[in-house]
């Protein structure tokens, strides 16, 4: 029961705010005792806000604690509960997954129980935050509490995939117009990338930007590669503009199968995805050359994590897929014209309907 109650009549309430009397101060959860009591009623202090527990209600801390036992997952710690607050941490470099379905069921449980995440499959370093429950009142309903324990226990809500150490061969396609300088330091951030993910480049094959040449490349990478979790990178020279052009050609030619060309991430659009047998072949894009975020990065965390990653998954990366610009790309994004005109939306409405008025210009 919550309410402004007599404080001699308090005993065991919760207090629900900081109530300070006489250079003493007791903090909102406070548990009122019979000498905190009287020394509150010296005070002139007659009435407090307070939280009576019932029969049928858990405290703060215990209900984020039920709560959260039944949540947590390997390769994470939970922090004691403070304040009805337990948070989630990563035990482990990583990829951070969440059912946001399941989730969204446990939010909808009951207004005084609360989880939030980040977003579903977004890398993660050992010791970040990565999720946290927060009871609201200063408590909550048994049933509303078991029920969410119940909702938790259903599936994964969440879960950190370790990135387990790969190896990865980088084929590079050469052409006039590229630079040693560029070839050299495309490898670097390549291998730098792959290092902030427990993985390791292995070795480097420079050749013509041909279908025959990249094809012949793949084949020889494929027939000498280590015996488990390797993957190809190629960086082409010139870029993937059509799903016919020399990467996507020279997977096939090898065997393999190309699985999308072309992604809803930006920068990252032009990332050709697919594979010769086990092993995952990723046609990088341009922008890759960069070590700004880009859609390599976001197939690189889910390949090395071990998680699945075909071409409709990435067709599903769209919402939240447009990332910060490039500098260095050769068409940068448009600012908007300085003293441009922005429709209002009664002008779009009119628009629509095929119809313009002398006023709009």
């Not at 993910?197 to 025959?212: C, D, F, K, M």
Request: aromatic fraction near 4%.
């Amino acid at each position: 029961m919550f309410g402004v109650m007599e404080t001699r009549t308090a005993l065991g309430a919760i207090l629900a705010h900081k109530v300070s009397a006489e250079g003493r101060t007791f903090q909102k959860g406070h548990k009122l005792t019979w000498e905190n009591l009287s020394f509150l009623g010296s005070s002139g202090i007659s009435q407090v806000t307070a939280h009576r527990i019932e029969p049928d209600e858990v405290d703060e801390e215990n209900a984020a604690d039920l709560v959260s036992r039944a949540i947590g997952a390997e390769h994470m710690r939970i922090a004691p509960a403070v304040g009805g607050r337990m948070n989630f941490y990563s035990q482990a470099d990583g990829l951070f997954v969440a059912d946001k379905k399941l989730v969204d069921i446990f939010n909808s449980i009951d207004h005084a129980i609360t989880f939030a995440s980040l977003a579903d499959r977004i890398s993660v370093k050992a010791g970040e935050m990565i999720a946290t429950v927060k009871i609201i009142p200063l408590a909550v309903s048994r049933s509303a509490v078991e029920a969410a324990a119940s909702v938790a226990r259903i599936g994964c809500m969440i879960k950190v995939m370790p990135f387990r150490r790969q190896t990865v061969s980088l084929i590079a396609t050469q052409l006039p117009s590229l630079s040693e300088k560029t070839m050299s330091k495309t490898a670097r951030i390549l291998g730098g990338r792959l290092i902030e993910r427990n993985s390791l480049l292995l070795s480097e094959t420079r050749v013509a930007h041909s279908v025959e040449a990249v094809a012949a490349a793949l084949n020889a990478e494929i027939e000498t590669r280590p015996p488990s979790d390797h993957m190809i990178v190629i960086f082409g020279a010139s870029a993937v503009v059509d799903k016919h052009d020399v990467i996507p050609e020279a997977i096939r030619l090898a065997g393999g199968v190309v699985e999308r060309v072309g992604m809803p991430v930006d920068p990252g659009n032009l990332l050709v995805l697919g594979r010769v047998g086990d092993i995952p072949l990723i046609g990088a894009p341009g922008c890759a050359r960069s070590s700004s975020e880009n859609g390599l990065d976001w197939v690189l965390d889910r390949l090395i994590a071990g998680d699945h990653l075909d071409g409709l998954d990435i067709s599903r990366m769209g919402v939240g897929g447009l990332l910060k610009e490039i500098s260095a790309r050769p068409q940068l994004r448009e600012e908007p014209v300085r003293g441009a005109h922005f429709l209002e939306r009664d002008e779009v409405s009119v628009i629509r309907h095929g119809i313009r008025t002398p006023q709009m210009g």
